[in-house]
Nanobody, 124 residues
Framework: QVQLVESGGGSVQAGGSVRLSCAAS????????IGWFRRISHKAREGVAA???????KYADFVKGRFTISRDNAKKTVYLQMNNLEPEDTNMYYC??????????????????WGQGTQVTVSS
């Protein structure tokens, strides 16, 4: 089992940057895939980026090279560096863990463990 806690959200102006952190706990952290997601409706979430146990990464098309996901296994933390933010990026951001990690994916259905989220607000 994996427990996840997000931090680093806040308010920023368009064109600015924030770095989100996802601190994980649990004995299987190093073997899981970790993804970042954001809400698109009351229950639905869309993938932003994901990173595998080997450091391989995958991004949603709308990221357009603005975001970078990374992981520090020694600290059991995954980061999402978000640059050149747009007002459309305003959302609650969640990290999640896929314990099976058989295929690196940005589809929310593959992820079993979720954090509570951190809010990012981008003003124009």
């Amino acid at each position: 089992q994996v427990q996840l806690v997000e931090s680093g959200g806040g308010s920023v102006q368009a064109g600015g940057s924030v770095r989100l952190s996802c601190a994980a706990s649990g004995p299987t952290y190093s073997s899981v895939c970790i993804g970042w997601f954001r809400r698109i409706s009351h229950k639905a979430r869309e993938g932003v980026a994901a990173i595998g146990r080997d450091g391989m990464t995958k991004y949603a098309d709308f990221v357009k090279g603005r975001f970078t996901i990374s992981r520090d296994n020694a600290k059991k933390t995954v980061y999402l560096q978000m640059n050149n933010l747009e007002p459309e990026d305003t959302n609650m951001y969640y990290c999640a863990a896929d314990a099976q990690c058989t295929v690196l994916s940005v589809y929310a259905q593959r992820y079993e463990y979720w954090g509570q989220g951190t809010q990012v607000t981008v003003s124009s």
